[in-house]
């Protein structure tokens, strides 16, 4: 792109691979069909923002393959730049909720250092903040007229993603304290249910979460003429890849032994 006295505004700086766009489709897809066969099966209901995320992204990469032939087009730029983006933010409650529930279901409340009623609505309440920060940047970003405008929104999202990292980190402090306290004094309730598998299976997801928001850390800090937002193949490296693990590690989640016995199917509101 050559310069001039008025800079041209582009949505892409490359043609994205329709190939590339139609495989990661298709894997999220499958993925999440079978996320959802388990989630009615098993009725874990507190699993279905991973079910959302997981079409947020099969959507997204949709739209991704959709612009291919039509890079002009603002509409597959909208939904995949935002679809992908905040995916995340939702495979990351259910991981919170996650950590409620085995607190309460293996009885075990003293040995966390936030209480299980509380663990939820902080994280999930921060993921939330997360959700509206970051998408109020790809709006701002999706909106841009100029080079200005985009600077705007991928700071806003660098902001939000710095909040999401924060919020994450301290939640894998919170797991792993009540996972050492259970382990070195386990609750007659932790012999009934397999939590040690859980939990790693939490730690591996948060990984994989974690790694990727730091590479779109580094993305957004780099700008929109960095290396990673100006070239295709390093998203599917730092975003596709790590979230396509999550998704396979937390289908083993699926197990009605870990749902509290509660009317309600969303910890968001219940009460210890």
Known sequence: ????????????????????????????????????????????WFCIPFVIGGLFEAIGYAGRAAAHNDTLNKNPYIVQSTLILLAPILFAASVYMILGRLIRRTNS?????????????????GDILC????GGGAGMLISAKDNAGFKRGENIILGG???????????????????????ARPTAASAEIAWGKYIWFLYAASTFITI????????????????LLSHEWPLYVYDFLPMMLTLVVCITWYDPNIKPARKSDIEFGSRQ
């Open 1 to 44: 792109m050559s310069d001039s006295d008025k800079p041209k505004y582009v949505l892409w700086p490359y043609t994205p691979s329709i190939a590339g766009g139609i495989v990661a489709a298709i894997v999220f897809f499958i993925l999440t069909g079978i996320h959802i066969f388990r989630l009615v099966k098993n009725r874990t």
């Open 109 to 125: 409340n003293e040995y966390a250092i936030v209480r299980s009623n509380w663990t939820t609505k902080i994280f999930v309440g």
């Open 131 to 134: 959700f509206f920060v970051q």
């Open 161 to 183: 993603l710095i909040l999401q990292i924060l919020t994450f980190s301290f939640f894998v402090v919170v797991a792993s304290v009540w996972h050492r306290r259970l382990n």
């Open 212 to 227: 990727r928001n730091v590479c779109r850390v580094v993305e957004y800090a780099l700008g929109k003429e960095g290396y």
